[in-house]
């Protein structure tokens, strides 16, 4: 018995992807916006250029993460498929249906007003620096990492509920009679939830019982993750197999 696909290397390449875009953002912030900050000489300049780096800020920040939760959406596709290649045209109309559960326009749209907010507080701290040069270039990285770890769960969460209705979605198309069986892979860790070692267990108890396999139909692990993380948390806007924010948790085929 065992999972199967490329599981280790799924999650290093979602992971991978999640740094990489995180990097990308700060280079971004430390190149375009920086510069810009660091020229502005009064309160009266940086207030009228904060609506203006506000939109900068939003425009690039939708960009960046939309491409990359694409690639993420391949990832699942890749993995449910079990081939290294997937048409471009099949991930856009998936895509298109699967951002409109995301939480992307929430979660940007509050980075880039918190990192604009944060930028009127500039004049006041300048105010106080003995170097103004070198220190205020070091305060606005610290800005741009400290919000961006704000979002970082707003980007897991997106991640992990793309990931996995890629991975759904191609499960579906292989067998649409549902007969797969699927189990459901928590972490090994402290940050693994009550929540989803509920859910395993659930679905490997009921998965002995009536297949004789720790896994039970894809349809049927959907209705125990949406039931068991309504419980645990119910503030949570479920969605499928996506059971509370910050999830790193997956279904995987058992075969």
């Known amino acids: 018995m065992m999972f199967s696909g490329p599981l280790r290397l799924t999650d290093k390449r979602q992971e991978k992807l999640e740094k990489k875009l995180l990097n990308s953002v700060v280079d971004y912030w430390r190149k375009e916006i920086m510069p810009v900050i660091t020229d502005i000489k009064s309160n ?9 780096i506000t939109q900068s800020l939003y425009t690039e920040l939708y960009g960046r993460v939309e491409s990359h939760l694409r690639n993420i959406l391949r990832l699942g596709f890749i993995e449910g498929s079990r081939r290294e290649y997937y048409p471009k045209e099949l991930i856009d109309i998936a895509f298109n249906q699967v951002m409109k559960n995301t939480k992307i326009e929430e979660g940007i749209v509050n980075l880039a007003g918190r990192l604009a907010s944060r930028l009127t507080q500039i ?3 300048m105010s106080a620096l003995i170097d ?3 220190e205020l270039e070091e305060i606005l990285k610290s800005i741009a990492i400290s919000e961006l770890r704000k979002y970082e769960t707003v980007n897991r969460t997106d991640s992990q509920y793309v990931i996995n209705q890629g991975r759904m979605i191609e499960w579906n198309q ?13 972490g090994r ?22 297949y004789n396999k720790p896994g039970v139909p894809l349809s049927r692990l959907i209705q125990i993750v949406d039931f068991v993380g309504a419980k645990h948390f119910p503030k949570f806007d479920q969605r ?3 059971p ?9 085929r058992i075969v």
């Open 44 to 52: 009266l300049d940086l207030n009228a250029s904060i609506s203006e």
């Open 174 to 186: 292989r067998d649409p009679r549902g007969t797969y069986l699927f189990g459901w892979s928590i």
């Open 240 to 242: 499928e197999l996506n």
């Open 123 to 125: 004049p006041e701290l």
């Open 132 to 134: 103004p040069a070198v």
């Open 244 to 252: 509370h924010w910050n999830c790193r948790s997956a279904p995987r």
């Open 189 to 210: 860790d402290h940050r693994t939830t009550d929540c989803c070692k509920e859910i395993k267990a659930t679905v490997e108890a009921e998965g002995m019982q009536y």
